[in-house]
């Protein structure tokens, strides 16, 4: 087995893969409370420009959001 990463395009419903990808580019900087003051404009962008990240704006809604935030919240949590 090696080390290589293969990923598979992300779309809206992989919150929690979309998680990960938002711990990975902000890490630390972004612990629960502040996770949850992010506008979801912003968001939206963050995630749209996700390495593999396929989803369009227009698929996006504030359910898919709420639930990336969450699960980048367990994923803060998980990394303490």
């Given at each position: 087995m090696t080390n290589e990463k293969f990923e598979l395009p992300i779309h809206w419903k992989d919150h929690e893969d979309i998680a990960m990808g938002l711990?990975?580019?902000?890490g630390d900087d972004f612990g629960e409370s502040k996770?949850?003051?992010?506008?979801?404009t912003e968001l939206m962008e963050w995630v749209l420009?996700?390495?593999?990240f396929k989803g369009t704006r227009e698929e996006c809604n504030e359910a898919h959001l709420e639930q990336i935030q969450s699960a980048w919240v367990y994923e803060w949590r998980d990394n303490q």
């Amino acid at each position: 087995m090696t080390n290589e990463k293969f990923e598979l395009p992300i779309h809206w419903k992989d919150h929690e893969d979309i998680a990960m990808g938002l711990y990975e580019k902000f890490g630390d900087d972004f612990g629960e409370s502040k996770i949850y003051r992010i506008r979801f404009t912003e968001l939206m962008e963050w995630v749209l420009n996700l390495p593999n990240f396929k989803g369009t704006r227009e698929e996006c809604n504030e359910a898919h959001l709420e639930q990336i935030q969450s699960a980048w919240v367990y994923e803060w949590r998980d990394n303490q």
